[in-house]
């Protein structure tokens, strides 16, 4: 497949994983993930590692702050829409938004660092939020927010002495048999983040 450009974002993606369909116009892009398709490797080693999930991704250096505005069409447990960094494939983080087994949507992180952990952040109310990774040096952010209000801090961590993610745009549907994703206003600025804790 042929890389994707989006309006206002100066590198070029590539497919990690292909998507069933995807759309992009300008800063706009829409994934539909595939039945049984998921980032995770699972600590306990119960089940299989799934690389599989409909990813974008593409080369991001120094600091920055990469951001969008995610919808999800919610319809089975774990479906999600995520901004991910990916530098191998046991070596990424993503901060998702993603249906709980509860039925309710929530922001979640996961880091992997030859295996999975799997953290919860926060109950949505609805079927969107903003996402954002920052990152500042060998450390990277994960924040959230609703409603146009403040930064959330879900996530403060590393992936590793000289790692270079490339940053992206990933949809899942792990239980289910599809899951479909918009992604709009999504920004790339090439600064550093002056508070981690207020996330301006």
């Known amino acids: 497949m042929d890389d994707v450009r989006l309006a206002g974002i ?4 590539r497919w990690l994983a292909p998507p069933e369909r995807w759309h992009a116009d300008r800063a706009t892009l829409s994934l539909v993930a595939g039945a049984r398709t998921d980032w995770f490797v699972d600590p306990s080693g119960a089940r299989e590692p799934a690389v599989n999930g409909a990813a974008l991704v593409g ?21 999600a829409g995520a901004l991910m960094l990916h530098a191998g494939e046991r070596t990424w ?17 996961v880091v992997t660092r030859g295996t999975s952990d799997d953290a919860n952040g926060f109950v ?8 954002r990774i920052a ?66």
């Open 93 to 109: 983080a993503k901060l998702c938004f993603e249906y709980s087994p509860a039925r309710e949507p929530m922001v979640v992180s």
């Open 135 to 200: 990152r500042m040096g060998r450390a990277f952010a994960f924040h959230a927010s609703t409603g146009g209000g403040e930064w959330k801090l879900i996530r403060h961590f590393t992936l590793g002495e000289d790692v270079e993610p490339e940053i992206g745009l990933a949809a899942q549907s792990p239980t289910g048999d599809g899951c479909e994703v918009r992604f709009d206003e999504i920004r790339f600025e090439p600064r550093r983040l002056l508070d981690l804790r207020d996330g301006s």
């Open 59 to 79: 080369p991001a250096g120094g600091d920055y702050l990469f951001s969008a505005h995610v919808h999800v069409g919610f319809e089975a447990t774990f479906d």
């Open 10 to 13: 100066p590198m070029a993606f």
């Open 124 to 131: 949505v109310e609805g079927g969107e939020v903003r996402l």
